[in-house]
């Protein structure tokens, strides 16, 4: 006689006050968990590449200084610019360099930005390439 062989033939047991759960429901109990919720998006940020900002070196601060000049000599006429700029990352140091173009309506040296007819501001401190159309 085999150790089960008083309850291998009986019937099994259906609960008559709960319903059957169905097989999407039963599956979930066994889906994955994350006991680190984020953590992935932590390590992935972490992981992100950003650039280090570089001071212009005094050929490029004499060449940025001269197209200044130009664009406030021309600024009645909107003069068109373009350039490249510094874009610090909010999350973490560094940044990014991107590229600018367009209009200049004002150059406001309270807050030392370029204002663009096109809108926006570009900070005059992050410019590390400036030319005028």
């Known amino acids: 006689m085999g150790r089960y062989d008083d309850i291998i033939d ?10 059957r759960m169905s097989l999407e429901n039963r599956a979930a109990q066994f889906a994955p968990f994350s006991a680190l919720t984020g953590y992935e998006d932590v390590i992935d940020e972490t992981g992100r590449q950003t650039d ?12 940025l200084n001269e197209v200044m000049g130009m664009i406030q ?13 510094f874009v610090p990352d909010v999350r973490k140091q560094g940044g990014a360099f991107s590229a600018f173009e367009g ?21 005059i401190s992050h410019i ?4 005028l159309e």
Request: proline share 8%.
């Open 10 to 19: 009986m019937e099994h047991h259906t609960s008559l006050r709960h319903p």
């Open 103 to 123: 209009h200049v309506r004002n150059i406001d040296m309270e807050s030392g930005t370029l204002v663009l007819v096109e809108g926006g501001n570009v900070p």
């Open 52 to 63: 280090e900002f570089v001071e212009p070196d005094p050929m490029q601060m004499q060449h």
């Open 73 to 85: 000599d021309r600024l009645s006429s909107r003069p068109m610019v373009s350039g490249t700029r």
């Open 128 to 131: 590390v390439d400036l030319n």
